[in-house]
C-alpha cells in the first residue's frame, strides 16, 4: 500500500526565501507524479506533473525533482511570495489513475 | 489547464436525506473520474474511481450503497450521499484524469448534514 510523507509538515517563511519541500513514498511503481496546491477551503490547483520517465519539470518559479528509485520527489519554490501562502500537496499516480495524498505542507510566506 | 465544475458548491441538508454532487469536464472528455472525500486539517481521502460506461470501484472502507455513483457520459459524474447524517459531513471532491495521464480536480462541495 502506497504511503506519502511530506515534511515540513509547516513552513513560515519570510517573502523572498528560496523553499525546499520534500516528499516521499513507499512503492517506487508509480506511472507519474503531481504537485498540487490547496487554499483553504477550496479544491487542488496542479502545479506540474511529473512522468516517471523524467527528472525533473519547471513552471516559472517552481521546480519540481524526481528520484523514483528511492521513492523522493522535491519541489522548490524561489524567490516566495505572499501569493504562495497554500498548502501544497504531493501525489504519487499509479497505473490506474489513483492518485495518492501526503498530509501536505502548509506553508505561510509572510510580507 | 483543463477545467472541472462541481456543483453545488456548498449544501446543508437534514439528517436523512439525499444529497446529489454533479462533477463535470468542461472541456476534454474523462472516461475516468474519482472521488475524494477532506475532513478539516486532514488530507484528501480517495473514495471511489468512477469509470464511464461502469460500475464504481469503491476503495476499501467506502460504503457504494451510501454513496451511489454514476458516470453516464463522458463529461459527467455524479455522487449521491444517501441517507446523510452529521458525520457524511465533510468537503467532496471530484477529479478527472485527462489523456496527458493529469489529474484535475473541482473546486469541491462542502456539505454540512444537521
Known amino acids: ?111 | 489547464g483543463a477545467v472541472v465544475s462541481q456543483h453545488p458548491s456548498w449544501v446543508i441538508c437534514k439528517s436523512g436525506t439525499s444529497v446529489k454532487i454533479e462533477c463535470r469536464s468542461l472541456d476534454f472528455q474523462a472516461t475516468t473520474m474519482f472521488w475524494y472525500r477532506q475532513f478539516p486539517k486532514q488530507s484528501l481521502m480517495l473514495m471511489a474511481t468512477s469509470n464511464e460506461g461502469s460500475k464504481a470501484t469503491y476503495e476499501q472502507g467506502v460504503e457504494k450503497d451510501k454513496f451511489l455513483i454514476n458516470h453516464a457520459s463522458l463529461t459527467l459524474s455524479t455522487l449521491t450521499v444517501t441517507s446523510a447524517h452529521p458525520e457524511d459531513s465533510s468537503f467532496y471532491i471530484c477529479s478527472a484524469f485527462s489523456d496527458r495521464n493529469e489529474q484535475f480536480f473541482g473546486p469541491g462541495t462542502r456539505l454540512t448534514v444537521l
Open chain 1, 1 to 111: 500500500k502506497q504511503e506519502v510523507t511530506q515534511i515540513p509538515a509547516a513552513l513560515s517563511v519570510p517573502e523572498g526565501e528560496n523553499l525546499v519541500l520534500n516528499c516521499s513514498f513507499t512503492d517506487s511503481a508509480i506511472y507519474n507524479l503531481q504537485w498540487f496546491r490547496q487554499d483553504p477551503g477550496k479544491g487542488l490547483t496542479s502545479l506540474l506533473l511529473i512522468q516517471s520517465s523524467q527528472r525533473e519539470q519547471t513552471s516559472g518559479r517552481l521546480n519540481a525533482s524526481l528520484d523514483k528509485s528511492s521513492g523522493r520527489s522535491t519541489l522548490y519554490i524561489a524567490a516566495s511570495q505572499p501569493g504562495d501562502s497554500a498548502t501544497y500537496l504531493c501525489a504519487p499516480v499509479n497505473q490506474g489513475g489513483k492518485l495518492i495524498f501526503g498530509q501536505g505542507t502548509e506553508l505561510s510566506v509572510k510580507p
